[in-house]
């Protein structure tokens, strides 16, 4: 594929994808007569000049916008419960979230609170609570400024607690958005950093998924290229970045949030308690745990390391080389390889296990891990 043209993509809702695609967003809402949109984004994507851009187009278009940007960087239900008030108090018609992971979770949950209005933590996927989803739901758009989450593609949203900080799964086929306009420019000018830890969290989804023990032969295969696109791009994404490496990242991304649709596992059960304990960023948590986690599950899955080896182009075809590329690859992009260096003490180690063992994604996990487990990977990436 050429990297300076658009193209769509139905699978498994409307994707626009391909540089300025974003600009198409001010004649489709024209077209679906949608003219009062509550567009969320995060307090940093607000301020950036190619947001204001879209907000600006929007307005020559006469269409009234609300911007709706207090919300944090890992999301909690009060984000939720302010932003559907500013839906309700400007008479809205349609949400579009524009951002990273944050910003698409809090415009999803926000799209579900519209029209379903208990305590938002009765729809928890992980207790049933998709079954209460039953209202229709407002039009719903996702622009991704981020090649990490592909938050856009999904069904759900994670939010946290406010008190307990305990994640909760808000799901539902109704969560989709209608279209996505998938713009690698609006990743350009994302700072190494973000652009490194995003990347790695793709990654983790893409090799997580591969290897997650519910069997979806399909996932599997567009896990196995989101990781090879991801192998061919991250390095010159986040060290010099082009056109081509950012489409890449971009579309890998959102084949890692389809491919996960199969599960999860350890890797992501490691990285949520530092979001919810040190408010670590999820992409950086997933970055640092990713080798120790992926090491934790090669005895008796040697058939799938090897393929992913294959994929990623090693000499050695093994799940010890697997790993050794993980901690060479955050090298090459600045991430560190220990907990130590994000701000885990010690004294942490007993709560994180808690909360790990506690988690909703390390069932899906290939093999079972224990709470001691969780504690003997936490003191290894200490």
């Not at 851009?53 to 960087?73: G, N, P, R, W």
């Not at 909760?168 to 994302?190: E, G, H, N, R, V």
Request: proline share 5%.
């Amino acid at each position: 594929m050429t990297f300076d043209k658009i193209y769509q993509y139905n699978f498994p809702t409307t994707i626009r994808f391909g540089a300025g695609s974003s600009s198409e967003l001010p004649d489709y809402l024209k077209k679906n007569q949608l003219a009062r949109p509550l567009v969320v984004t995060d307090p940093t994507v607000a301020q950036l000049p190619f947001f204001k851009k879209i907000i600006e187009d929007l307005k020559a278009k006469s269409i009234s916008v609300e911007v709706f940007s207090d919300i944090h960087k890992n999301p909690v239900k009060s984000d939720v419960y302010k932003g559907t008030d500013a839906y309700d108090g400007t008479k809205r018609d349609s949400i579009i979230g524009i951002g990273g992971g944050a910003a698409l979770d809090v415009a999803r949950a926000i799209v579900l609170r519209v029209n379903h209005r208990e305590d938002l933590f009765k729809y928890d996927d992980l207790i049933g609570g998709d079954v209460f989803v039953t209202n229709d739901v407002p039009h719903f758009i996702t622009i991704p400024t981020t090649a990490g989450t592909g938050s856009e593609v999904g069904r759900s949203a994670i939010i946290a607690d406010d008190v307990t900080h305990q994640k909760k799964i808000l799901f539902s086929p109704k969560l989709l958005a209608k279209i996505i306009f998938a713009d690698p420019l609006l990743t350009m000018d994302l700072p190494a950093f973000i652009t490194a830890a995003t990347g790695m969290d793709a990654l983790t989804h893409n090799m997580e998924a591969y290897i997650a023990k519910m069997p979806h032969p399909l996932c599997e295969g567009i896990a196995l290229e989101g990781i090879s696109l991801i192998h061919q791009s991250l390095e010159t994404a986040v060290n010099k970045p082009d056109l081509e490496s950012r489409s890449k990242m971009l579309i890998a991304s959102l084949m890692g949030a389809i491919a996960f649709q199969k599960g999860l596992g350890v890797v992501h059960s490691l990285a949520h308690p530092l979001s919810s304990l040190l408010d670590t960023h999820h992409g950086l948590a997933n970055a640092v745990n990713i080798p120790y986690g992926m090491e934790f599950n090669i005895a008796g899955f040697e058939e799938k390391f090897k393929r992913i080896a294959r994929t990623l182009e090693l000499k050695t075809e093994t799940g010890d080389a697997v790993v050794k590329y993980l901690f060479e690859l955050n090298t090459k992009v600045n991430i560190p390889h220990k907990l130590s260096a994000i701000g885990v003490k010690p004294e942490h180690i007993e709560t994180l296990a808690d909360l790990a063992i506690a988690d909703f994604a390390h069932p899906n996990n290939p093999k079972p891990v224990t709470r001691e487990d969780f504690k003997q990977l936490y003191l290894k990436a200490l």
